[in-house]
């Protein structure tokens, strides 16, 4: 079975400047999640998918950081215009959960390292 | 405040020193909570769920446990290639989910 996919592995880019990352789940999981992970901090969600509806996107910056999902498959994450503090890993993951009852594991692809100088 | 809190920070052993982490948690309307292991440079991967208190998982040297504030990841035996960092998540009410920040294992041969 084929992982979550994500791209590009790493980024660099100035201030100031904007960034797109791409994310393909797993078929058929209902949940898509981003999840920004600062080096020696645990992931952080930022928003949440569920088919194309977003659940929750309560910690993500909206005056900078937006995202889609196509479809209820693939998803973006934009951020415009990135500042110093965004240089993290941004993960993505799917898991099958297509309710709010009991939440089953999620799949996390290897991630997109983002470097703002 | 919903929170979760990894301790401890970091912890290193000596192969086959058996020890245990902890997870504790302050969320009402438990959904589940996730163990993951996380190697350098790589996503999360999936080890265990635990849904209610006094429920226990094992694979391998792993065994996990939950309370109805903290869940432990014990390690038996461990041997250099259990170096990793060993990530709580909780999710509640619904939709949300929060990670702790993490327990960093070194496994000495």
């Known amino acids: 079975e084929a992982g979550v996919a994500q791209s590009p592995r790493y980024k660099i880019i100035e201030k100031r400047q904007s960034v797109a990352f791409w994310c393909n789940p797993i078929s058929g999981h209902a949940t898509l999640y981003w999840y920004q992970q600062i080096l020696g901090q645990g992931p952080k969600l930022l928003i949440q998918?569920?088919?194309?509806?977003?659940?929750?996107d309560s910690q993500l910056p909206k005056d900078r950081f937006s995202a889609e999902r196509l479809k209820g498959v693939d998803s973006t994450l934009k951020i415009q215009p990135a500042k110093l503090e965004d240089s993290a890993v941004y993960l993505c993951?799917?898991?099958?959960?297509?309710?709010?009852?009991?939440?089953?594991?999620?799949?996390f692809g290897q991630g997109t390292r983002l470097t703002v100088v | 405040e919903d929170q979760v809190t990894q301790s401890p920070e970091a912890l290193r052993l000596q192969e086959g020193e058996s020890s245990s982490l902890n997870c504790s948690y302050t969320?009402?309307?438990?959904?589940?909570l996730f163990w993951y292991r996380q190697d350098p440079g790589k996503g999360p991967e999936f080890l265990f769920t635990?849904?209610?208190a006094g429920e226990e998982k094992e694979k391998e040297r792993l065994k996990a446990t939950l309370t109805k504030k903290e869940s432990f990841l014990h390690i038996t035996a461990p041997k250099p290639e259990d170096s990793a960092t060993y990530l709580c998540a909780v999710s509640f009410r619904g939709f949300k989910t929060i990670f702790g920040a993490g327990t960093r294992l070194f496994v000495k041969a």
């Open positions: 993951a799917s898991s099958l959960d297509s309710g709010p009852g009991r939440r089953t594991e999620a799949f």
């Open positions: 998918f569920q088919n194309n509806g977003v659940v929750d």
């Open positions: 635990l849904y209610s």
């Open positions: 969320v009402s309307g438990l959904r589940g």
